[in-house]
């Protein structure tokens, strides 16, 4: 479904000005965390290490850095683009539901949407910054904890990524966290393959400037898809 919103953006250029801003934001996020971050706090911490156990602390501290880094990427990547990425949500659905207008959210203004948007990123990425506070505690369990923290990490990371991109069409619809997290549960194969794209979507070098909206075009495109087979009976 990522690559699906991807080549469904490449042949929809009126929707590329919702991208402009968001991207600049983006490239200035990842300079930050992955510039700034990895020579103030990074490198020292694995310079300052000796002996055989040096290489291990070093891979440990790495991949604990890069996802600890990718969750606050997500928080603030989210938070900044919401209401571009809302609207552009918007407008699919537009095209998606032509024929079927009463499935359509509840329109609103720019600014009732980007207010709607703002609030409900807050709120999904504030549970994010609980649980990177959790992992940051379980890295200070000696060798294993590390290991550990990456990988719940990662899992973590897959599930907030797909509540995020399919909180855009939910959110509209006034969907709260539980109903949310029912919706992916009753849709858990479609959910699961989501995250998996997902994360393979940012797993590709470079790509981390693009994916937010293409994860939120995604989850769109999913919701319809999904809705038009409802209808479909």
């Known amino acids: 479904m990522p690559f699906k919103a991807l080549a469904f953006l490449l042949r929809k250029p009126e929707l590329w000005h919702y991208l402009a801003l ?9 300079l930050l965390i992955y510039g700034v971050g990895y020579q103030r706090y990074f490198v020292p911490m ?15 501290l790495g991949l604990l850095f890069l996802v600890l880094g990718g969750l606050l990427f997500f928080i603030l990547a989210g938070i900044m683009g919401a209401p571009f990425y809302d609207r ?24 009732q949407s980007a207010r709607h948007a703002l609030w409900e990123s807050l709120r999904r990425w504030g549970i994010a910054a609980l649980c990177m506070v959790v992992l940051l505690l379980l890295n200070v369990v000696p060798v294993l904890g590390s290991f550990i923290s990456s990988v719940l990490g990662l899992l973590a990371g897959g599930l907030f990524l797909t509540l995020d991109a399919l909180s855009y069409p939910l959110d509209r619809r006034h969907y709260t966290l539980r109903d949310k997290l029912m919706f992916m549960r009753s849709r858990s194969t479609v959910s699961s393959g989501l995250a998996a794209g997902l994360l393979l979507l940012y797993a590709i ?21 999904l809705k038009r087979g409802d209808l479909q009976g």
């Open 22 to 30: 968001p991207i600049l934001f983006n490239l200035g996020i990842i």
């Open 46 to 60: 694995v310079s300052s290490r000796e002996g055989w156990s040096a290489a291990l602390v070093a891979l440990g």
């Open 88 to 111: 552009m949500g918007e407008r699919v659905e537009r095209e998606a539901f032509r024929r079927e207008p009463q499935h359509m959210a509840e329109s609103m203004s720019f600014w």
């Open 205 to 225: 070098p470079c790509a981390w400037l693009i994916a937010p909206p293409i994860a939120a075009l995604a989850g769109t495109l999913l919701y319809c898809d």
